[in-house]
């Protein structure tokens, strides 16, 4: 009997699992993604498309290893370059909601020691102001050299002023990797955990989604794509490379303050599940990571809240895009790293969720968004817009 119940359960099972993966054949939207990927030389690319709470769409194209034509499907893992950014946010806003940090707090007492622009000694730089890359934090001054500690980098006792903008904190906005990747600091010193520790447990595992900031740490490190350029000619990270990279597993924010920068590895679909989240205000699938009030806020405009003075493009590292369509705001965010190009938009009024990742190809802007990204959204809204 006990057997009997056992097979039964396990059909249900299958049943509940094909039935939440059913995608659409969409045979006219392949052939138009597969002309706009092919167009733009790229290596190896996933497109997954949700609308109502439902992944619908997926098509993978290309290779993740080109020399074995090893092929792109739902389980191949990309790194998504500044996508991360917003992902790493949820994090944040998390620690937020339990009191473990606050968004105008000046940054220094977190650390430990006092931070100030130079040329703004009685300016506060706060979590806010990372957030809306508004902080004035530049990455001229040794940010790339990876053996500088972060103290070195911004503490008032090291005189530091080339990572700094000759720009008052909250007043210009000025897109920040340094900004952002200091917001990772500031969740291991909340956490007291590391940052991939933090996540994996507290977004990522909940919600049934596998991702890691660093390649060794997913489920199936072999799966992780390679890295090329636009075409495939020159290969710029193997998945070897991307393996043998030591990973610090310790709680360190004075050296991991890069790691949030655009580290997270990924698959399409979970990637786009995470899209799923943020548009249905904080819950997916009954599981609750974050209150609605709390996306609200980072899709919002952040002029007028504590030292932010101007409309940044960027709620709370959410980026509010009004110049993909004419009629409404999209929320979202882009990535790029060498000719990576990543993209995560959601659209609350169609409740569309749009989710690319290319592993190499031409990363051409256009009105400060990607032009392969432009096109392959816009062959998407055709098909499933409003």
């Known amino acids: 009997m006990r057997h009997v119940i056992a097979v039964i359960l396990c059909i249900l099972l299958c049943v509940n699992v094909t039935a939440s993966f059913a995608l659409e054949d969409n045979p006219e939207l392949d052939e138009k993604v597969g002309a706009i990927f092919k167009s733009h030389k790229t290596v190896g690319a996933t497109l997954v498309v949700a609308k109502d709470g439902q992944i619908l769409y997926q098509r993978n194209y290309g290779h993740a290893y080109l020399v074995k034509k090893e092929p792109v499907d739902e389980d191949t893992y990309f790194r998504i370059a500044s996508v991360t950014k917003m992902i790493s946010a949820i994090g944040v806003m998390q620690l937020v909601e339990k009191g473990l940090l606050d968004l105008d707090t000046d940054i220094s007492q ?69 900004g952002a990747g200091i917001m990772g600091s500031l969740i291991e010193i909340a956490s007291n955990q590391n940052i991939n520790d933090y996540m994996e447990e507290n977004v990522f595992k909940p919600l049934g989604i596998d991702a890691a900031y660093h390649a060794t740490l997913v489920d199936t490190p072999d799966k ?26 310790s709680v360190n924010p004075e050296m991991h303050f890069r790691i949030t920068v655009g580290s997270l590895w990924i698959n399409g679909q979970d990637l786009c599940r995470l899209g799923m989240l943020l548009l249905n205000g904080g819950e997916l699938n009954g599981v609750r990571i974050l209150k609605e009030e709390t996306v609200q806020e980072m899709m919002s405009s952040q002029k007028g809240k504590g030292c932010v003075t101007i409309d940044s493009p960027y709620g709370l590292c959410i980026n509010r895009i009004d110049n993909l369509l004419e009629d409404r705001m999209i929320y979202g965010h882009q990535g790029m790293s060498g000719d990576i190009v990543a993209n995560l938009y959601f659209d609350p009024e169609s409740s569309l969720v749009f989710a690319m990742v290319t592993n190499g190809c031409i990363n051409k802007i256009d009105d400060h968004i990607c032009a392969i990204s432009r096109k392959v959204f816009a062959a998407v809204w055709d098909a499933y817009g409003e």
């Open 110 to 178: 977190y650390l430990g020691y006092d931070v100030r622009n130079p040329y703004y000694p009685k300016s506060r730089l706060t979590l806010r102001c990372l957030m809306t890359h508004t902080s004035s934090l530049s990455v001229g001054g040794g940010y790339s050299r990876i053996r500088n500690p972060l103290r070195k980098l911004i503490s008032t006792d090291k005189k530091q002023t080339g990572n700094f903008h000759k720009e008052e904190p909250g007043t210009v906005y000025r897109y920040s990797n340094f």
């Open 224 to 249: 992780v794509t390679y890295i090329y350029n636009r075409g495939g000619t020159r290969l710029i990270t193997g998945r070897k490379a991307s393996l043998q990279d030591e990973w610090d597993p």
